[in-house]
């Protein structure tokens, strides 16, 4: 054999060893089609047709089970997506925005303030629903970094195998039908629940011996900051109204200020029930841990007329191919909503 076919089979073989540990990698790791599907809200952002979003919303699951995209667009014709997932470290919406920014300027960007009470990971299963479905570039990489528990390796990112090769006997049906292309769970990166289980007992907050942010939760909140200042960007802070987990007094009191000292416009909605308009036995489908549909187009419409009136986010409606996609968007949502009150039970009238 001369030194040519040599060679040759050995790159044959090369092709075929990677090809097969591709394919087997496309099958391992988790599909999140159903049951747990958070960990495929990171990546339906890259398959958005129009990425001329006006408003991004960045982080965890206060912003997407809490706020009707698709409302926002009927009453105010507001262009957004929710860039959210699970328990996302604010280190983790910080890149991203970078990530964001990779593919659009939006005029506003919303973050949920929550996150802060997190100073570094909490879960490695919580890292990996958020990172996982990033596309690679220098904001993925810089996230891996910055959110990695001691016991994880960057390359485990790198090559998900390394992770899910003992991952063969929780295989099902989806993990095959799922190989190469996902099952879109979100609307434009909200979750939507139709159910209702009313907030009763909410567990008051325990004390806390320091209620003070750490330093680290600041740096990202600081490079949030400063990068919407220097993309022209309006950055609004919010709290959702969410009842659990806990939103203590000394935690706001410390965003208010923060907030004042840089200008920033900081929307407790807790604050905000009555004018808004939440019932928390009829608004919520987890006993007040989310909002389910009504209490996320209502807290939409509230946030919508902030958006449009006070900051001149514009109203799109107008425009042929944006209204083209949204009209695909609302169909989509409203037969959803068919399907989740039959699921459920629920008697739409």
Partial sequence: MNKGEIIFKTGITLVIVVGVLYLLQRLLVPKYVDGIV???FVAEYYQEKNKEFDVVFIGDCEVYENFSLVTLWEEYGINSYIRGSAEQYIWQSYYMLEDTLNYDTPQVVVFNVQSLQFNESQSEAYNRMTLEG???????????????KEDEKFLDYVFPI?????RWSELTADDFKYM????KVTHNGYYMRVDVKPAENVPVGRMLSDYSFGDNAWKYLDKMVELCEQKGITLILIKAPSLYPYWYDEWDAQIKDYAEEKELLYINFLQLIDEIGIDYNTDTYDAGLHMNLSGAEKLSVYLGRILSEELN??????????????EQKIIDYESEIEVQYEYYGINKE
């Fill in 134 to 148: 990033m596309k690679w570039s220098s904001a993925k990489v810089k996230s891996i970094l910055a959110s990695m």
């Fill in 38 to 40: 958070e960990g495929a």
């Fill in 313 to 326: 986010v514009p109203d799109r409606r107008n425009e042929d191919d944006i209204s083209r996609i949204w």
């Fill in 162 to 166: 390394l992770r899910y090769h003992t």
């Fill in 180 to 183: 190469f292309s996902g099952k």
